[in-house]
């Protein structure tokens, strides 16, 4: 195992700068997590610690050794790709072991290992298949113990999972993750999905047009987010946004209404304010009541254990998450009342948590 450092990294292709100053210090045995919307860089930062592009500028660290220039068969880590990268005419068995193969690694040792990262991931029975004979999940699978068995000092996961249907995804992330439990080897896994990064990351790093936004668990992103771009990428349903005028102890939503947010907000008074009300924290009262944001129902979508509410109030869509069995349908009118202190307060001009 070992630790993963990136200082300064910069990044070119042609005169599009992608990275731009990249910092980020991984723990041993830490499970990061990458995720950021398409074109943010993630991927690229990911093929630099593997040695498959190299940056422009700064210093990518494996433990303690520098590795900028080395090749990727020296740099101690393995990839598990989006697309599996499976010998379609190769045995599960020689596609787990040919790294090994191709490294002069003794037959004896290649079957010991090959036997035992199958014994883990549960293909003991399909060692003598052909990727064509499997499932995505087995394929997967495969990719995954081609990767262990090569004992590499760092796990590098390329959106591994964004091939397969929603219920394997939901699946195959639980066994990621249990199997890094397991092996406890440092792991840098890539997504735009931010339930995987939720789920499953020790820490998340969130990046925006080549940059790092934020760094943190995912519980501290979830109730500290430092901007409204991290706020409404991090949880789902998405983070409302409702732009408004602090007042008091208050705030004046431009949707209507009433927020009460505390003697904190005092010293902001008659500042311009975003306020952040995750939808899972809001909750329906009846038409007038006295705190909160009075709207018209537009849709509700039952879900099983959760319903999901879009409104409109006064022209801005505001989503409600609610447990309860409501009887509520299209066209009535309610109030979304908040608790002050699961309100999230940004300043409008500068979009940055207050």
Do not use: W
């Not at 919307?37 to 210093?59: E, N, W």
């Not at 939808?279 to 319903?307: M, Q, W």
Request: proline letters at 5%.
């Amino acid at each position: 195992m070992a630790s993963v450092t990136l200082s300064g990294i910069e990044k070119n292709f042609g005169d599009t700068r992608v990275i731009k100053g990249v910092d980020i210090a991984i723990g041993d045995g830490e499970f990061a997590v990458f995720v950021g919307p398409s074109g943010c860089g993630k991927s690229t930062l990911l093929r630099m610690i593997a040695g498959l592009d190299d940056p422009a500028a700064g210093q990518i660290r494996i433990g303690d050794r520098v590795v900028n220039g080395l090749a990727p068969k020296e740099r101690g880590v393995s990839m598990v790709f989006q697309t599996y990268a499976l010998y379609p005419h190769m045995t599960v068995r020689d596609n787990l072991g040919f790294g090994l193969m191709i490294s002069g690694t003794e037959k004896s040792t290649i079957g010991s290992k090959v036997a035992g990262a199958a014994r883990i991931l549960g293909l003991d029975k399909l060692l003598d298949r052909l990727p064509r004979q499997l499932s995505g999940g087995q394929r997967q699978r495969v990719a995954m113990g081609r990767a262990m068995v090569r004992d590499p000092k760092v796990f590098l996961f390329d959106e591994p999972l964004s091939n397969l249907d929603a219920k394997l995804r939901v699946q195959m992330r639980t066994e990621i993750r249990a199997l890094h439990q397991r092996l406890k080897t440092t792991s840098i896994y890539v997504t735009h999905d931010q339930i995987e990064a939720m789920t499953m990351a020790d820490r998340i790093i969130v990046l925006r047009d080549g940059l790092v936004e934020q760094i943190g668990t995912p519980a501290h992103l979830y109730d500290h987010p430092c901007n409204t771009f991290v706020a409404t990428f991090i949880g789902s349903p998405s983070m409302n946004l409702v732009p408004g005028l602090a007042v008091g102890t208050g705030a004046t939503p431009d949707a209507g209404g009433h927020i009460a947010l505390g003697e904190q907000i005092s010293a902001l008074s008659e500042r311009r304010v975003v306020l952040g009300l995750r939808p899972e924290h809001l909750r329906v009262r009846e038409a007038g009541y006295a705190n909160g944001i009075p709207c018209e129902v537009k849709v509700v979508e039952f879900s099983g254990a959760d319903t999901l509410l879009t409104c409109e109030a006064q022209g801005h869509p505001v989503q409600a998450l609610v447990h309860d069995r409501l009887l509520v349908k299209p066209g009535d009118r309610v109030t979304l009342d908040i608790e002050p202190h699961l309100v999230h307060v940004f300043d409008e001009a500068t979009q940055q948590r207050i």
